[in-house]
């Protein structure tokens, strides 16, 4: 499968992955609305930046967490409303003033210490979406801030949902050509996907 000229190889299972990755949190798991607002940690890497473009593809107004202004400046060029700084401003604080009172959604690929006032940072109902741990240390969450505020926290494992979903990443593939590509940049990503997942069964046996 011929990857587009724009991207090599690295480039392309990199895209494949985090794209999918944005795409299936925030829309499958997560249940990401038009209008609805969304905070992402790591903003300025390649996974945070994804959910950046594909929030915003969908509708919703991001709020972009990262620790260094060219990450920042990234960010704000993938599409965010809002920056704030991760290593320096006070996360619960900007997102509850950005929100009008708490960010309907957490898109965190970091953990660490941002985990507890990226939860304390969610609006009634607001989702908190795990998608890894870049910062190389696993959070403990404190559950009463989950139970006080009706909030929910999802796990979100794009790689092992598409191996064991065939038809479910068929669909994904083709909802992101449609809704996302476009937007973000003139590839045929969802092609990048299809080509990835070959790559990891064969990768795989």
Known sequence: MRIP??????QAATFAQSHCTAMFA??????????????????????GLAAVQVAT??????????????????ARAAGAVAVLDTSAQSLKDAAREFSN????????????????????????????LVIGFASGTIPSLPLNQVLLRNRSVV??????WSMSDAA???????????TVSS?????????ICAWLMIFIRFSRS
């Open 5 to 10: 000229d724009t991207l090599d190889a690295a």
């Open 26 to 47: 925030l829309r499958d798991r997560g249940g990401l609305s038009a209008g609805e607002t969304v905070l992402v940690l790591g903003a300025g890497g390649g996974v």
């Open 57 to 74: 593809a969908l509708g919703a107004t991001v709020l972009a967490g990262a620790s260094s202004e060219d990450k920042r400046r990234a």
């Open 101 to 128: 009172g708490g960010v309907d959604l957490v898109y965190d690929p970091v953990g660490g210490d941002l985990a507890d006032p990226a939860l304390r940072s969610l609006r009634v109902g607001g989702r908190y």
């Open 155 to 160: 796990g979100v494992d794009w790689g092992a």
């Open 168 to 178: 479910g990443q068929h669909a994904l593939r083709r909802d992101y050509q449609v």
């Open 183 to 191: 937007p973000i940049r003139n590839v045929r990503a969802f092609l």
